[in-house]
């Protein structure tokens, strides 16, 4: 379906000057083999997005958490393509033709149509996105026998596909790539609430790429992804969150050889997974799997700052809030 939609998009985009788009990358649970709700699947495809002709992405760091979570802005800048016009003859420089002959010849600049004050926003190209996907579904194959429902969000595209037997949730995420590494600057929201020029940092495509290694070394009877999901299902509603059970698990699957993940090491896995958070909440210490680790394979590349910085606790609020740590505590003893 992603394939579809990335040639329909190709014959559109070149009308303007929007963000280029590039290969969609399948992340998060159901791409990384397992889910905690299997009857509730919501596949996650990442689209990197690059500047258009005359025109450039600069990531601006804009705040960084306790968490090690940072917050980036994009701020877009035009640049010079006289050149290019002498040569092709196809476009006018934004920089050296007047603003008058600009907007009677040529398609508005990215700057006057996804952007707030130089900055691109999430929000405007979430509906950008959302008009991409229902302009170009009728030119689609899929279209003939499926039906598609479009699901309101601010930051991601989301929609069902649905065939009468068969549905499909699926998000689409947007984001920039910081240089030639496995993190990126996506849409994905950082607390309840996220300015519209903000694009946090994540770890997605290094964590998918993390269990894709583990894959490739496990033994066939491995059971690390059913520890995983039964976990996970096992204390939902229970005040941890996913990422917390999957965090640990990570950190596990670098501690433990593959050879130790095999089926008759199902409990003794399952009982690890119980202790390593016990611990965690009572330290009140669980630390980023990706952020500082020099354990990765190296096949994960990471920019410089992240691969020499300072681990981050994810559990910090707990050191911070008494109150929260003593229901952590009585959550693990219900779990």
């Known amino acids: 379906l992603m394939h579809s939609f990335a040639a329909s998009f190709r014959r559109v985009l070149p009308e303007g000057f929007y963000p280029v788009l590039q290969e969609a990358i399948g992340v998060g649970s159901a791409f990384e083999g397992w889910s905690p709700c299997e009857q509730d699947v919501v596949y996650q495809v990442l689209i990197p997005m690059t500047a258009p002709l005359g025109h450039s ?15 980036f802005r994009i701020r877009v800048q035009q640049e010079c393509t006289c050149l290019r016009e002498q040569t092709l003859k196809d476009m006018l420089c934004f920089l050296h033709h007047p603003e008058e002959e600009l907007s ?10 996804l952007c707030t004050n130089s900055y691109l926003n999430v929000h405007k190209t979430a509906r950008w996105f959302y008009q991409l996907v229902r302009t170009t579904w009728p030119d689609l194959i899929q279209f003939h026998n499926w039906h598609l429902e479009l699901l ?29 590494s496995d993190i990126f600057v996506s849409c994905q929201p950082n607390g309840a609430w996220t300015g519209r020029t903000i694009w946090p940092e994540s770890c997605a495509v290094a964590e998918m790429k993390f269990f894709q290694y583990v894959a490739r ?6 059971l690390h992804l059913k520890c995983l999901q ?10 941890f969150s996913t990422y917390t059970i999957k965090t640990i698990v990570m950190h596990l699957l670098n501690i433990f050889p593959v050879s ?12 690890d997974i119980s202790e390593c958070l016990r611990t965690c909440v009572e330290r009140r210490c669980l630390d980023h ?19 020499v910085a300072e681990t981050c606790n994810l559990f910090h609020d707990l050191v911070m809030d008494h109150d929260a740590h003593s229901e952590a505590m009585d959550n693990y003893e219900d779990l």
């Open 104 to 113: 009677r010849n040529q398609e508005p600049s990215l700057l006057h149509t």
């Open 217 to 222: 070394q496990v033994p066939r009877d491995s």
């Open 57 to 71: 992405f600069h990531l601006e760091l804009h705040s960084a958490g306790q968490t090690g979570v940072r917050n």
């Open 152 to 180: 309101p969000s601010n930051r991601s595209c989301q929609f069902k596909v649905t065939n009468g037997t068969e549905s499909y949730r699926i998000e689409v995420l947007f984001g920039v790539w910081q240089g030639d």
């Open 289 to 307: 799997f990706i952020v500082g680790n020099q354990m990765l394979p190296e096949w994960i590349i990471l920019p410089p700052e992240l691969l």
């Open 230 to 239: 039964f976990f996970t299902r096992l204390q939902l509603g229970l005040g």
């Open 260 to 271: 130790q993940w095999r089926r008759r090491h199902f409990v003794r896995r399952l009982r």
